[in-house]
């Protein structure tokens, strides 16, 4: 899941969204409003009946605090700070939740095959 999601083509979040769906990843786009990245909506909430793997957050730490209850009831396996979205206080929140903190470029993990773990391959119910 990307949250931080964005219609503009010039955005990171933006680029990670196509480069997450040619990879072959399940993705929904969470953003501040509805649009589209091609073909994939951008939600403005989680969509019902919706399991998260891995939150890919594109969103500054001063914009992060209304979605931060929202990401550790999810429960996802993991969560990606990516350039700029770093908060250490909330990275705390998560790991105290036991979910796994990652600061790094999900474009870079997805370049370089480092998104996804093989250790723990996805399965095909939760979405990325």
Request: proline share 4%; with cysteine; net charge positive.
């Amino acid at each position: 899941m990307v949250l931080g999601a964005s219609a503009k083509s010039w955005r990171y979040a933006h680029k990670a969204c196509l480069r997450l769906l040619s990879a072959g990843e399940q993705v929904v786009a969470i953003g501040g409003r509805k649009g589209m990245i091609g073909d994939l909506p951008i939600h403005t909430e989680l969509p019902a009946d919706v399991r998260v793997d891995t939150v890919t957050i594109y969103l500054s730490a001063a914009n992060q605090h209304v979605w931060k209850d929202a990401v550790i009831q999810w429960r996802p396996r993991r969560v990606i700070f990516n350039p700029g979205a770093e908060n250490a206080a909330f990275a705390d929140h998560l790991v105290k939740a036991g979910i796994e903190v990652i600061h790094a470029c999900t474009l870079v993990m997805i370049a370089t095959g480092g998104y996804r773990n093989a250790d723990q391959p996805l399965s095909s119910d939760r979405l990325g």
